[in-house]
């Protein structure tokens, strides 16, 4: 017998690619339970099946850094910290000072969508009962015919996981004049933004402040405390943009509107910024 639940959760991280540095991705989870029936004549209840299940996806990758073996630079776990520092892309340049619990690591060269079912099924499956005998994973991004970016930010205020300082998402973007789409705005802040880290201006420190990392010549750095810990990010400053305020989707959305009726002062401008798969924030200026 086969148990389907298709989209049981998103899960919202970025990873570390050797191309492209930190990518903020969306992937929805489709999941399927293979076994036989137990005593209530179930496979498993769903009920279960969303709690558990999601729990043990939430607390092992979701709004974390994935990082495969084989990045390009040095990875450490000590005493309940990671300190990293990677190579990427020509001469970019990326280090970060976290909690432990703001990384996942996984048991493969590259971080992809085989790699990281690979992964949940290794974490899930011995949390499952006898009678489930496997478990199959679909990860996929969002179906649009819209345009979108990754990015990778952190939210120090936030109480819960989005206050690690690299996690992201893949996310659209609807940009509207008078009412109307403009393609072509959505598509030049999507390429502008794409693979790009957004920063708080508050958060930027001296490079000689850094306690745990080193910085390079051309890199912007970021330091804060949050509730789970002590964070710090050096990185190449061609791959952030500088918010003048929090990186909440709310926030974006705002800088966004803003961003663009400088530009065309005449006109009325919506903004519809997305954090993931199917919510946001919409932004008038």
Known sequence: MIL?????????FSFLCNKRG????????????????????????????????????????????????????????????????CQF?????LAMSAPEQAVCVINDEVVSEQSVIDFLKSVIMPNMPSNVKDIGIELRPEQSESFYY????????????????????????????????H?????????RWQ??????EEDIIKSDELKSIKAKSDD??????????????????????????????ECIAEYLAQQIK???????ITVKAFEGVGKGAIAHA
């Open 220 to 249: 912007i750095c970021f330091a804060y405390e949050s509730s789970q810990g002590y964070f710090e990010l050096a990185i190449s400053q061609s791959c952030c943009d500088i918010l003048p305020c929090d990186t909440t989707v």
């Open 150 to 181: 990754h990015y990778s930010h952190g939210l120090k205020k936030h109480d819960g996981n989005c206050q690690r300082i690299i996690h992201g998402h893949r996310s659209q973007i609807g940009v509207f004049v008078d009412g109307m789409k």
């Open 22 to 85: 930190a990518v903020g991705e969306s992937w929805i989870v489709d999941l399927t339970l293979h076994g036989q029936l137990n005593d209530e004549s179930m496979v498993l209840d769903f009920a279960l099946v969303k709690k558990q299940i999601k729990r043990i996806i939430d607390d092992t990758i979701d709004h974390k850094l994935a990082i495969a073996k084989g990045v390009n630079g040095e990875v450490k776990l000590e005493n309940g910290r990671v300190y990293l520092d």
């Open 4 to 12: 389907f639940v298709d989209a049981l959760t998103v899960i919202d």
């Open 262 to 268: 400088h530009d065309l002062p005449d006109n009325t």
């Open 195 to 200: 693979d790009i880290y957004l920063g708080t």
């Open 183 to 191: 393609p072509r705005l959505q598509k030049e802040w999507a390429s």
């Open 89 to 93: 892309g020509d001469s970019n340049h």
